[in-house]
C-alpha cells in the first residue's frame, strides 16, 4: 500500500527557512518522479517543484525558483523541499505527490499518489 507522510511544516517568520519532508512507502520510489504542491482555501492546487525519476532533473514554479530546492535521497525514501525566504504568500498547505512514471509533469491530475499534507504559515 502506498503511503506518503509529509513532515516538517509550521510557523515562520517572513525571511525565514524550513524544510519539508516526505516519507514514502513507494515500490521503486528511486525511479518515479516526485512533486510538492501547494493550495489555499478556495484556490487550485499549485504546483511547486518536481524531480526526474530518470536522472534526478528538477523543475520549478516561477514562485520557487531561487528560494526553493528540491531534492531526494533514495537510500531513505524520502523527498525534501528546502524552502528559503519565506513570505507570506508561500502560506499554505503543502503535499507530496508522486507518479507512477519517471517523468516530471507539472499538472497535479497525473500523479498518482498524494500525501496528507503539512501546514506551511508565514507570519510575524
Known amino acids: 500500500q502506498v503511503q506518503l507522510v509529509e513532515s516538517g511544516g509550521g510557523l515562520v517568520q517572513p525571511g525565514g527557512s524550513l524544510r519539508l519532508s516526505c516519507l514514502a512507502s513507494i515500490r521503486n520510489f528511486g525511479s518515479r518522479a516526485m512533486g510538492w504542491f501547494r493550495q489555499v482555501p478556495g484556490k487550485e492546487r499549485e504546483f511547486v517543484a518536481a524531480i526526474s525519476g530518470a536522472d534526478g532533473s528538477q523543475y520549478y514554479a516561477d514562485s520557487a525558483k531561487g528560494r526553493f530546492t528540491i531534492s531526494r535521497d533514495n537510500g531513505k525514501d524520502t523527498l525534501y523541499l528546502q524552502m528559503n525566504s519565506l513570505q507570506h504568500e508561500d502560506t499554505a498547505i503543502y503535499y507530496c505527490?508522486?507518479?507512477?512514471?519517471?517523468?516530471?509533469?507539472?499538472?497535479?491530475?497525473?500523479?498518482?499518489?498524494w500525501g496528507r499534507g503539512t501546514q506551511v504559515t508565514v507570519s510575524a
Open positions: 505527490a508522486g507518479r507512477a512514471s519517471a517523468y516530471t509533469i507539472q499538472s497535479a491530475e497525473y500523479y498518482d499518489y
